[in-house]
């Protein structure tokens, strides 16, 4: 059975101990699920890559948690490094390098990172290869694809719910963990309805 997940770029960090949190800690890049299992300092990575990602030109000092918080409450612009990580039973296909999740809702036509996926559209749905040179390919039939999205959402909005209840235990209070969870929300257009067809 054939599966779409959001998924989130993991990378080793340099400067770990100046996140205003924990944070993963990797000696690769990988690729983590976003869903309401996804861990505590996977969402802190992610969390602290937002905060960097908007921190106001004049900070001069490490934020507080509760500040970098407030940046990404507040942040006109707000970029999750990932995407969407297509598989079946033998295949999987990851995003590509500097693909982000803002355009979920139009996958498989949204900026896939590079290299670029292969995707080759047929009558009956599209097929989609790591790279062009790839014999393993993930198969996705037309008609299952809003299915498939509609699954991506609801890991989206369990995401979001596991980011609300990690802002409360790193020690903000419930209005602020809410507006954390509101802008990411605003940006990615998580809750609201997919379209038909």
Known sequence: MATLRAVV???????????????????TL??????????????????AALA???RPEDADTEPTATEALRWIATSDHLVIAGGIHAADAETAVHPGCCADLEGWRAWPDTW???????????????TIRQDRGSQNAVTLATDALPGLLAALREDLIDFLAAVEHWAADTGADAELAAAVVANIDRHMVIRAPLADG
């Open 52 to 54: 960097k990602w908007c």
């Open 9 to 27: 770029e993991i990378e080793p960090w340099a400067d770990a101990d100046d996140a205003p949190w924990p944070i993963a800690s990797t000696d």
């Open 30 to 47: 990988h690729w983590d699920v976003l869903d309401g299992a996804t861990a505590p300092a996977t969402i802190g990575t992610v969390m």
């Open 112 to 126: 896939l990172g590079h290299p670029t996926p292969a995707i080759e559209r047929t009558a009956d749905g599209i």
